[in-house]
């Protein structure tokens, strides 16, 4: 049985840009396959290796976007306006508390963790590389798990989708610069 219009309405505006902003991650994984696959095999298969791996540490720091939107729903139903922001600053502590000493380890001990997903040597080399790069984010990527569990706790859903779009595009446009060595910056290839 289907929710009356006013309740259906209320839900697909708060799911549709978590929607949208969940495809735009799947779109640019696959900008970023494309400019990493014209640099070879290897390049390719070393960056999904290395972005597996970063999915797999990220996990650890995920939970912190439910965390902070139900506690941040539960006062905002509750019209606790003053509080709202509560769990979202003891989100954001936790995720630089966590996420600081996971960085660190990761950094120290890339090599170990990803020969236990590939056995390759070439394609490790381009996945320690490249997970480095990616695992030195995971402050700001806690942090931006925080601010989503906020804004979705609050009913506004498309501040989030708003940031994220406008983080692909310079993500795009970095990484172009960067793998490709455009504006006069270092190539770096996958690393990129």
């Known amino acids: 049985m289907l929710p009356e219009p006013t309740r259906r309405q209320t839900i697909l505006r708060l799911a549709l840009p978590i929607i949208a902003g969940m495809l735009s991650q799947s779109l640019i994984n696959l900008i970023d396959a494309a400019m990493v696959g014209s640099l070879g ?9 290395g972005g597996y791996a970063m999915f797999l ?6 939970g912190l976007s439910s965390g902070v939107q139900a506690q941040t729903a539960r006062r905002h139903g509750a019209e606790a306006w003053d509080n709202r922001a509560v769990p979202l600053n003891a989100g954001l502590v936790i995720a630089v508390i966590a996420s600081l000493p996971i960085t660190a380890l990761c950094l120290w001990q890339a090599p170990r963790l990803l020969a236990l997903i590939n056995q ?6 381009v996945a320690v590389e490249y997970f480095r790069w990616r695992v030195l984010s995971l402050v700001a990527v806690a942090m931006i798990f925080c601010f989503r569990g906020y804004w979705n706790g609050i009913q506004q859903t498309g501040i989030y989708l708003r940031i994220i779009l406008m983080m692909h595009a ?4 970095a990484s172009l610069a960067l793998i490709f060595g455009y504006l006069g910056l270092p190539a770096m290839g996958a690393a990129g």
């Open 41 to 49: 095999e290897e390049p390719l298969a070393g960056v999904g290796i």
């Open 57 to 62: 540490i990220t996990a650890l720091v995920f």
């Open 120 to 125: 390759d040597p070439a394609v490790n080399a």
């Open 170 to 173: 310079i993500n795009v446009a």
